[in-house]
């Protein structure tokens, strides 16, 4: 008896190891990976570019079942402007009127819940801290072998963010800058 309880100890203790090997902690190549913003307002947009920091999605038997992600705010950039009006505006979005990265440096993701739609497919819903406040979004994530997709949508007001929104302000007119804000993001594993 004393050598069936053992065995069955020792058995369990194996296959509950086994099953932990499954799931594993992808990290992200950050130079190989990208998220792109494009933010719009009533006149035109601008769009550019900002670096992930660190990040790593966590898979089960090839099933994605968490993730989280830090950005570096201060490498917010521009693509479509140069010159002296390139450097105004990535100003103007690290200045408190938009994301005030001297205080707050970083943004962050981290997934909440996760629902399958199968080939790879998931809707997400993750917690975005952006600006020192925590919102949750949900959105579409794809992965296909080692690299992973998404197009998140973020309001910006959510986040404290007030500059040319008409959520904080009246009579704006073609001042206005709209407060939702795309970003495209690809992950290389």
């Given at each position: ?100 990265v001297a205080e707050h440096p970083q943004a962050s993701l981290t997934f909440t819940d996760i629902k399958t ?20 979004a949900t959105f579409d994530f794809q992965i296909n072998d080692q690299t992973a997709t998404a197009k998140v ?37």
């Open positions: 008896m004393k050598k069936t309880i053992t065995f069955l100890f020792l058995l369990t203790a194996i296959l509950f190891n086994f099953q932990n090997a499954e799931a594993q902690k992808k990290v992200i190549n950050l130079t190989e990976s990208s998220i792109h913003w494009l933010g719009k307002k009533v006149t035109g947009q601008h769009d550019g570019n900002i670096n992930i920091s660190s990040g790593y999605l966590t898979m089960d038997n090839r099933v994605l079942t968490g993730g989280s992600f830090v950005v570096d705010m201060n490498s917010i950039n521009c693509a479509d402007l140069e010159g002296e009006y390139k450097g105004k505006l990535e100003g103007h979005l690290k200045s408190d009127d938009f994301f005030g739609k199968g080939n790879g497919l998931y809707t997400v819903t993750g917690d975005f801290t952006i600006k020192g406040k925590t919102n949750p949508i973020i309001n910006r007001s959510l986040y404290d963010i007030r500059y040319g929104s008409k959520s904080f302000f009246d009579n704006l007119g073609n001042k206005m800058i709209y407060d939702d804000f795309e970003l495209d993001v690809t992950l290389k594993l």
